[in-house]
């Protein structure tokens, strides 16, 4: 069984402060993607990475694939309390069959 | 077409009952995937299909659980005889299978109470 491993599981910190959110495993993923996710929603897709080594960006967050495949993190610059959620990991495999984290539970505070 | 469609978004049944969630995919989308996610944890996996074919049921998490795609568009999932630990966020997702990328766009989901 394949799984991903979120750290933190928690996290509250202050507009404007930095922050990385880690995704681990021990196996290897064709890819990995991160979702944002709000109370009583369903998860929304941010980004997909394939590629070992790639780095997405999307306006404040950057999203790096480890050269292996088997992790990921998410880095926010300037946090602002809009980017309050639960953030998800997620890795693809043979048969599309995606495996979540237990997700990061991010509260930016004002 | 605005993305994954879940119905109804909240169901509230006592114990025993049998309950049915809806779920209508993006049209073009060949894959449908069902999870469910309790409070403070990521989804969980429960079953897929291509098409009409399911490819995967073996983590449904009891007999008490089916689902089906009868022709390939929506799909149904459902619980009989429902026990309160059935209470939960049952997420429906849907991804186009030619991309091979795993990447899939979900509904908002219903959620279910068990009384």
């Known amino acids: 069984t394949q799984l991903l491993e979120q750290s933190p599981q928690f996290l509250s910190i202050q507009e404007g402060e930095n922050l990385t959110v880690y995704c681990n495993s021990s196996s290897v993923f064709s890819s990995l993607q991160w979702y944002r996710q709000e109370p009583g929603e369903g998860p929304v897709l941010l980004v997909t990475v394939v590629t070992g080594g790639e780095v997405k960006k999307l306006k404040r967050l950057t999203f790096q694939f480890g050269d292996a495949r088997k992790d990921s993190s998410l880095h926010i610059t300037a946090a602002q309390p809009g980017d309050t959620g639960l953030y998800l990991c997620a890795g693809g495999s043979a048969g599309n069959m995606l495996t979540f984290g237990g997700g990061t539970r991010l509260m930016v505070k004002p | 077409d605005t993305g994954v469609s879940q119905n109804p978004r909240h169901k509230i049944t006592k114990r025993g009952q049998n309950v049915t969630f809806r779920c209508d995919p993006i049209s073009e989308h060949n894959r449908l995937y069902w999870y469910r996610q309790t409070l403070g944890q990521g989804p969980e996996f429960l079953t897929y299909?291509?098409?009409?074919?399911?490819l995967e049921k073996s983590r449904l998490l009891s007999d008490r659980f089916s689902a089906e795609r009868p022709k390939g568009s929506f799909s149904t999932l459902e619980i009989q005889r429902t026990e309160q630990g059935d209470s939960a966020m049952y997420l429906c997702a849907s991804s186009l299978d030619a991309w091979g990328t795993g990447e899939a766009f979900f509904g908002q989901g219903t959620r279910l109470t068990v009384v």
């Open positions: 299909f291509q098409n009409e074919a399911q």
